[in-house]
């Protein structure tokens, strides 16, 4: 019997999508980004090209790449289809980012077939209908499973048969683990440990000293495959974010404001689409180093809207600036402790109040303007407005398209 867990993960799904649409960089190496790297081309990584490299230090080792901005919506476009055609295999399906997901098709191979059978028709049709390669791993567990698909990339299938789990696992190199970065497999690699067997036959205990309790205990089980979690469809995000990496970094808060103005745009917009608000708004700031210096705020009531959050949030980036001198290289904002917009408790009208306050003259006002924004850009394209100064970067748009939805 073959197991039942796949990973479906989009080849590449940046530049995949850009050599789609432009046939002339079709096999060419191709860089998704402006000063950064946020994507490449298998025939970019060739060279050694990785993201988040800078655009500089790739065309170095790369010089014959093309360089494009990226197209925001389309990669939405494309992704919702690919989703559409992993939910007409099984209704348990779990997208953990913009180009993978995660399904269980214990319930549907007795209509469908075997589950490689359902895997390679998956491949076959996101092909055909999408255009796009995609790889998927089989396996017993949601953690081997997408260490399948990362060995059958690119565009290909890997199926980890049932009792043949630690025999595929234990020889590949620490590094294939998940929380295994390069700082931990340094710490392992100077213990004399260098594959994941290796690693299960060390007990967790010896472990802490060098990793940490928590680590320690993850890594070892995850050495035996042992990863209880199912496969979760349709779980709503504890939270909606979005961040902008800022290259060298930025020194002035007016600029600054640009930024979280933008962000602040995409969130309230996403927050909006799916009819919740949250009360809780948290800032990340990044400085050189890297140091990282979080803050965050909760609203006396809940709130979906621009304004607010970019208001909110810039104080929040003020106030991490009082930890650390600029420059900034990199601004996060999240909106949590999310709920449904069911109810309005409006405010009596002695003030105008602040937009913070939901329900005030002044929120009211501002959500209009936001409802007014949303039915322009949904009828004419996201293009059409933009808010004030915020002016895009080159790869403003889907910097992050992998944070939660």
């Known amino acids: 019997m073959e197991p039942t867990i796949l990973h479906a993960d989009l080849d590449a799904f940046y530049a995949s999508v850009e050599q789609l649409m432009e046939p002339r960089l079709r096999g060419r190496p191709v860089l998704v980004g402006g000063g950064i790297v946020v994507a490449a081309s298998y025939e970019a990584r060739a060279f ?15 010089p014959g790449a093309i360089v494009v901005n990226g197209h925001f919506s389309e990669y939405l476009e494309l992704s919702e289809q690919v989703m559409a055609i992993l939910e007409d295999a ?9 180009d993978e997901a995660f399904l269980d098709v214990s319930g549907t191979v007795h209509l469908l077939g075997p589950a490689s059978e359902i895997a390679r028709r998956l491949r076959e049709r996101v092909r055909d209908e999408v255009g796009l390669p995609l790889s998927i791993g089989i396996a017993t567990t ?13 565009d290909g299938l890997v199926v980890v048969d049932v009792g043949t789990e630690l025999e595929f696992l234990h020889p590949l190199p620490v590094e294939a683990l998940w929380g295994v970065g390069k700082v931990t497999a340094q710490r392992l690699h100077r213990l004399g ?36 979690r199912r496969v ?10 979005s961040q902008q990496a800022l290259g060298r970094g930025l020194q002035d808060v ?10 602040a745009d995409r969130i309230g917009r996403r927050l909006r689409a799916k009819g919740r608000s949250g009360s809780t708004l948290g800032a990340r700031v990044r400085f050189p180093g890297p140091k990282v210096v979080s803050r965050s705020h909760t609203m006396a009531s809940p709130t979906a809207s621009t304004s607010a959050i970019a208001n909110l949030g810039l104080e929040l980036v003020r106030r991490a600036l009082e930890a650390e001198d600029p420059p900034v290289t990199l601004i996060g904002l999240s909106v949590s402790n999310l709920t449904t917009n069911r109810h309005l408790q409006l405010e009596l009208p002695i003030d105008p109040g602040h937009e913070l306050r939901a329900g005030s003259d002044r929120d009211l006002r501002r959500r209009a303007l936001d409802d007014s924004v949303d039915q322009i850009r949904d009828r004419f394209g996201r293009e059409t407005l933009r808010l004030g100064a915020a002016r895009r970067g080159q790869d403003d748009d889907f910097r992050r398209l992998a944070e939660k939805s």
């Open 254 to 263: 007016d600029q600054m404001a640009v930024v979280v103005l933008g962000l």
């Open 90 to 98: 099984t209704p348990v399906v779990e997208q953990i980012s913009v």
């Open 142 to 154: 949601k953690f081997l499973a997408k260490i399948a698909s990362a060995r059958a990339k690119p």
């Open 48 to 62: 050694g090209v990785r993201a988040p490299m800078s655009t500089r230090d790739a065309l170095r080792i790369c």
């Open 232 to 241: 979760v469809s349709g779980r709503r995000a504890g939270s909606v974010g």
């Open 193 to 228: 440990i260098v594959t994941i067997g290796e690693l299960a036959e060390v007990k967790a205990s010896a472990l802490r000293p060098y990793l940490g309790g928590a680590a320690a205990g993850a890594l070892s089980s995850l050495s035996w495959n042992r990863d209880p």
